[in-house]
């Protein structure tokens, strides 16, 4: 598999934010799946210009309806369970570390623990 792309910014930042810091390491991607909060056409020109397919449905004020693999987005929902467990560990969820480092460190941890039961 290919390696998974981390980045973090303060809970107050926009995706659209979050998605410009996000592109500069998604260089070996195929795919990226993302809900409809990233869902701006100079982010998908951004993607295709990458050879990364975007797999984002569009938002509902968008006049005309963008196409997406609607199979591999159900495979989102995977993610949203991974990150509703991971909130149930209270470090997690309120972001008690302020240090990127700590906190990716305690994911990590809550994550291991999580698979193992």
Not at 35 to 49: C, K, N, Q, S
Not at 88 to 95: C, E, G, K, Q
């Given at each position: 598999?290919?390696?998974?792309?981390?980045?973090?910014?303060?809970?107050?930042?926009?995706?659209?934010?979050?998605?410009?810091?996000?592109?500069?390491?998604?260089?070996?991607?195929?795919?990226?799946?993302?809900?409809?909060?990233?869902?701006?056409?100079?982010?998908?020109?951004?993607?295709?210009?990458?050879?990364?397919?975007?797999?984002?449905?569009?938002?509902?004020?968008?006049?005309?309806?963008?196409?997406?693999?609607?199979?591999?987005?159900?495979?989102?929902?995977?993610?949203?369970?991974?990150?509703?467990?991971?909130?149930?560990?209270?470090?997690?969820?309120?972001?008690?570390?302020?240090?990127?480092?700590?906190?990716f460190s305690a994911i990590c941890l809550a994550a291991t623990v999580i698979f193992w039961l």
């Open positions: 598999g290919r390696p998974l792309s981390f980045f973090m910014t303060a809970g107050q930042i926009s995706d659209y934010t979050g998605a410009s810091a996000l592109l500069d390491s998604l260089s070996m991607a195929q795919w990226l799946l993302a809900d409809r909060g990233y869902d701006a056409d100079w982010f998908r020109d951004a993607l295709e210009e990458k050879g990364i397919r975007p797999c984002i449905p569009g938002r509902r004020s968008r006049g005309r309806p963008v196409k997406y693999d609607r199979q591999k987005y159900k495979r989102r929902s995977r993610i949203e369970i991974m990150f509703g467990r991971l909130k149930d560990w209270r470090r997690v969820a309120t972001r008690y570390d302020r240090c990127p480092t700590v906190f």
